[in-house]
């Protein structure tokens, strides 16, 4: 017969989450919230080494001080990864999971926390007007509207380009790519690849590839996971050491880039929270000045504000979850949820969160309430406690992940008309300068401003959004603020 009170909890659940009205139970929904947690754990090991690795523009790690706090950041990612999460199920009921966006966060690493005089806290200010507005816009309405003014082909590069991105930063940091005196870059130290980090970056990328190519669930995180044992059992028998000394000299050409691979002292710990609330509404005003906080707000907008809508459709869909409009039930509740994940991301200081595509393996294994996103949220809690870990995986073990994703972002370059040159050339000038020029910012701005300019000489000028003309006019003066300056007679 069962027992009353179980029954009573159950049944609750039930109507709470309508779980046998979309054909699932309360076994299958823990089973998915367990699936998607394991396709996207991978987030708690990478956010830190993305940014915080990275010195802002007065020389500090994210946290502050002179040294990367990876156990820190890994902390603050995986709890705003499960707060968020575990709202996104209580308050919209849908089974898609959100964490601290990949792309995004390398942007607001590179592209805005690097810059001279920008702090940590300035860059997560402006991570949290850019959750704010785009709250507002869902709020109201012009979300929407604003898709549509901007051309699909460039918001395709511009997921392209950051792809690139990414992947030009893990060639780097894994020290597969190098400086060289002739060259800008060369194939690993003097254009041979040596050194036993090498072989594990190599080995961990393959792994993964693998797994992929084997539909394994997981399967970044297991290649991550590999690696790291690898890289730990390498240091231990070979003593490899680091690339460079206390300066930052090359001293050890085959040595690790970063972290030295050593197993913490403590595996579990409470988890360090320090980074909450390390955020300066206004302060990146004076440090970079109107203009540049108005152009990268609107980049990271156009950064965040694009996946959500398709990642929820392509979960939706997995799951047959989709009304006659072709958008999940509660739409505006799952927009309104992601909008304030980009707020929480900032507030907390590990960049913006959004909604992850690996929901999808969920939804496929089960997966269809929002009580899978709570059991995902549940877990990511749980891992703020194994934070300490994240401290011990070398650049070589987890940037092959990085590689990863850079060629599934690639995958949508096949969505762009390449024999238009009206949107191909944007899109190629988009997708290149970002990793040329180490600038997301620079890639989209060129991309608009080429769009724009193909547009009207070819005497198409009406089908140019009257937001793009804005924007584009404001990337103009983005890119001649110098001489400008100078014809004014302004230092």
């Given at each position: 017969m069962g027992n009353p009170e179980t029954r009573t909890q159950a049944s609750a659940l039930d109507r709470y989450f309508h779980i046998s009205a979309r054909g699932s139970s309360v076994a299958q929904e823990v089973r998915g919230g367990l699936v998607t947690f394991f396709a996207m754990a991978y987030i708690v090991v990478l956010n830190?080494?993305?940014?915080?690795?990275?010195?802002?523009?007065?020389?500090?790690?994210?946290?502050?001080?002179?040294?990367?706090n990876l156990a820190m950041v890994a902390a603050a990612t995986a709890l705003i990864a499960g707060v968020m999460t575990i709202l996104m199920g209580l308050v919209a009921n849908f089974p898609m999971a959100l964490a601290t966006g990949l792309g995004l966060n390398a942007f607001v690493a590179y592209g805005i926390a690097a810059q001279p005089n920008v702090t940590w806290a300035d860059a997560?200010?402006?991570?949290?007007?850019?959750?704010?507005?785009?709250?507002?816009?869902?709020?109201?309405?012009?979300?929407?509207?604003?898709?549509?003014?901007?051309?699909?082909?460039?918001?395709?590069?511009?997921?392209?380009?950051?792809?690139?991105?990414?992947?030009?930063?893990?060639?780097?940091?894994?020290?597969?790519v190098r400086q060289a005196p002739a060259v800008p870059v060369e194939l690993g130290a003097g254009g041979e690849l040596t050194g036993w980090p090498t072989l594990v970056f190599v080995l961990g990328l393959f792994t993964i590839a693998v797994l992929m190519a084997r539909k394994v669930?997981?399967?970044?995180?297991?290649?991550?996971v590999g690696a790291t044992v690898l890289a730990l059992i390498v240091e231990a028998v070979g003593h490899v050491g680091g690339r460079t000394d206390a300066t930052g000299k090359v001293v050890n050409p085959g040595g690790w880039s970063l972290t030295?691979?050593?197993?913490?002292?403590?595996?579990?710990?409470?988890?360090?929270?320090?980074?909450?609330?390390?955020?300066?509404?206004?302060?990146?005003?004076?440090?970079?000045?109107?203009?540049?906080?108005?152009?990268?707000?609107?980049?990271?907008?156009?950064?965040?504000?694009?996946?959500?809508?398709?990642?929820?459709?392509?979960?939706?869909?997995?799951?047959?979850?989709?009304?006659?409009?072709?958008?999940?039930?509660?739409?505006?509740?799952?927009?309104?949820?992601?909008?304030?994940?980009?707020?929480?991301?900032?507030a907390g200081g590990v960049s913006s969160n959004t909604s992850y595509i690996e929901s999808a393996a969920g939804v496929g294994d089960g997966a269809r309430t929002g009580l899978a996103s709570i059991v995902t949220g549940g877990l990511f809690l749980l891992s703020m406690f194994f934070a300490p870990l994240v401290s011990m995986v070398p650049h070589e073990a987890a940037t092959p992940a990085l590689v990863i994703v850079g060629y599934l972002m690639m995958t949508n370059a096949t969505d762009i008309d390449w024999k238009?040159?009206?949107?191909?050339?944007?899109?190629?000038?988009?997708?290149?300068?970002?990793?040329?020029?180490?600038?997301?910012?620079?890639?989209?701005?060129?991309?608009?401003?080429s769009y724009v300019l193909l547009k009207v000489v070819r005497g198409k000028s009406s089908q140019v959004h009257p937001l793009l003309w804005a924007v584009s006019g404001l990337f103009v003066l983005y890119f001649a603020v110098d001489p400008i300056k100078t014809l004014f007679g302004v230092s």
């Open positions: 830190p080494l993305i940014i915080g690795t990275v010195k802002d523009g007065t020389g500090e790690f994210l946290g502050g001080g002179n040294a990367p997560m200010g402006l991570v949290v007007l850019e959750g704010i507005i785009i709250l507002l816009l869902v709020l109201t309405g012009i979300r929407k509207a604003v898709l549509r003014a901007i051309p699909a082909a460039l918001r395709t590069a511009i997921t392209i380009g950051i792809g690139l991105f990414l992947t030009f930063i893990a060639l780097y940091d894994a020290g597969i669930g997981g399967a970044i995180l297991y290649g991550i030295i691979p050593k197993l913490p002292e403590q595996v579990v710990d409470l988890p360090d929270l320090g980074l909450l609330g390390n955020f300066s509404l206004l302060g990146s005003f004076e440090s970079l000045g109107a203009v540049a906080v108005i152009l990268t707000i609107f980049t990271l907008l156009l950064a965040d504000f694009f996946d959500t809508m398709g990642t929820m459709v392509a979960v939706g869909s997995e799951g047959d979850l989709l009304d006659e409009d072709g958008l999940p039930e509660g739409s505006q509740k799952i927009l309104v949820v992601d909008s304030v994940a980009a707020i929480a991301g900032g238009d040159i009206e949107v191909a050339l944007p899109a190629f000038l988009t997708m290149v300068l970002m990793p040329f020029s180490y600038s997301i910012s620079a890639g989209i701005g060129a991309g608009f401003i």
